[in-house]
């Protein structure tokens, strides 16, 4: 069963890149060499697959390194992370990820392959999933040949809910995410969701209610709990679930600088429309035709309850897709304030909580998510200390 601890004897195979890792930062790099089920790479052999990391073969970028498709001898298409050499932090992510996606498999997670441990080189192999990630498809700026139907979607949501209550309530330990969000669900052919990333991934005690740790994620998805005070509970992962499956239905990132100042949080623009009797105006239109408004609306309100500004009014994963699937209802009632970035500002204010974490990204925020001078009061300090993941 797997450890959390980097303790365990080399492999035959970790014992052929002991060398390698010498003088490595990392003195528990070389225990992980020994992870199962997993296969070890050469870098010649990820060269020859991206014929050399050609920038043809490049499909993303993100805060860790770039990402390339790939052929493996045996014909097999992958998606190879290179993580770049200078990224300290990346590198402990790195390890960490490799650990914990050894032992868990489901329907709803990306699936490593392997990796590679050479020299300075840090690089996963992963399936790769040819109708690539939310951020880019549905609610890239670009040309989507994708139809995301109102069936797609509900599949989408309910998959990714599916994922997360496998990872907070039925593997043991739990384990939280820490950074849901559009980039890191990918889609397979079938527009199956499959949840990527976990190397920000924590191990999660059963026995403790949170754990404190240095604040990561992403801005627009961070939970002000944790934000604020750094508490990380399934609850952080839910809240962020919260504004992914907002952004789902209403086609739109949660955060859009171009939009008129009072449209361009959608958290915010979701709970007003709601006291207001108005959410069917959040529903994509470009699902118009097939879409099931009112299962829509019940989506967005289920939105609400994710990111309800208490943690303990959140619900759990498997209660969320219960709700989502219509077997379990909710309490509308229940719904207060959602968990608001101008709550932070409220905090930020007083006492500044959140100790800068720097992932080392060289990544550049795009349009949706950039920060800077503006005209409303959600002045974006609280979040560039704690950088852009
Ligand atoms: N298995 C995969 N199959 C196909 N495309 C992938 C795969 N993994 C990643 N990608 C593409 O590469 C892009 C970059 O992914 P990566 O996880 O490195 O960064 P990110 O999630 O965008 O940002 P961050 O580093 O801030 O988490 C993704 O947005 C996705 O489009
Ligand atoms: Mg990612």
Known sequence: MFSCCFGKAASPTGGANRANNRGSNLDVSIELLDVENMRLYTYKDLQVATAYFRPENKVGQGGFGSVYKGILKDGSVVAIKVLSADSRQGLREFLNEITVISYIQHENLVKLHGYCVEGDHRILVYGYLKNGSLDQTLLGDGHCSINFTWEVRRKICIGVAKGLAYLHEEVQPHIIHRDIKASNILLDDNFTPKISDFGLAKLFPAHLTHVSTRIAGTQGYLAPEYAI?????????????????????????????????????????????????????????????????????????????????????????????????????????????????????????????????????SRKPNDSESYGNTTTSYAAMTFTTITDR
């Open 229 to 361: 005070r750094g508490q990380l509970t399934r609850k952080a992962d839910i809240y962020s679930f919260g504004i992914l499956l907002l952004e789902i239905v209403s086609g739109r990132p949660n955060q859009n600088r171009r939009l008129p100042v009072e449209e361009q949080y959608l958290l915010e623009r979701v709970w007003q429309l709601y006291r207001e009797g108005e959410l069917t105006r959040l529903v994509d239109t470009s699902v118009e035709e097939d879409v099931d408004v009112d299962e829509a609306c019940r989506y967005l309100k289920i939105g609400l309850l994710c990111t309800q500004s208490l943690p303990k009014s959140r619900p759990s994963m498997s209660n969320v897709m219960k709700m989502l699937n219509d077997d379990m209802e909710f309490n509308e009632k229940d719904l207060s304030d959602p968990g608001l970035l101008s709550e932070l500002m409220t905090y930020k204010t007083g006492k500044n909580h959140t100790s800068g974490t720097s992932s080392g990204s």
